[in-house]
């Protein structure tokens, strides 16, 4: 069954920068497209990048030039180099495979506010 552990999450002031990671547990890492989404207090969960098993890279628009999704298929993880964020960066973000596991992991919140 596969689990996924998000970390790196913390308090940031804006044009600050954090590195989130997500540790991925079980069979077939590697095959997976990965994607990092995001949750704001009171929205829905938004897509945010996504890094394919042979790297290609989507990012949303609200993100592009300022964040940066890759991968370690040795180690199962995925990561999310966010830089110059913003206070409407604020959210929960989670990673998860494509097609979405059913079950999410708790997340990682990342607060940006001076």
């Known amino acids: 069954q596969v689990q996924l552990v998000e970390s790196g999450g913390g308090l940031v002031q804006p044009g600050g920068s954090l590195r989130l990671s997500c540790e991925f547990s079980?069979?077939?890492?590697?095959?997976?497209?990965m994607a990092w989404y995001r949750q704001a207090p009171g929205k829905q969960r938004d897509l945010v990048a996504v890094i394919t098993s042979d790297g290609i890279i989507n990012y949303a628009d609200s993100v592009k030039g300022r964040f940066t999704i890759s991968r370690d298929n040795a180690k199962n993880t995925v990561y999310l180099q966010m830089n110059s964020l913003k206070p409407e960066d604020t959210a929960v973000y989670y990673c998860?495979?494509?097609?979405?596991?059913?079950?999410w992991g708790q997340g990682t919140l990342v607060t940006v506010s001076s």
């Open positions: 079980g069979s077939g890492f590697s095959i997976y497209p």
């Open positions: 998860n495979r494509l097609p979405n596991n059913p079950l």
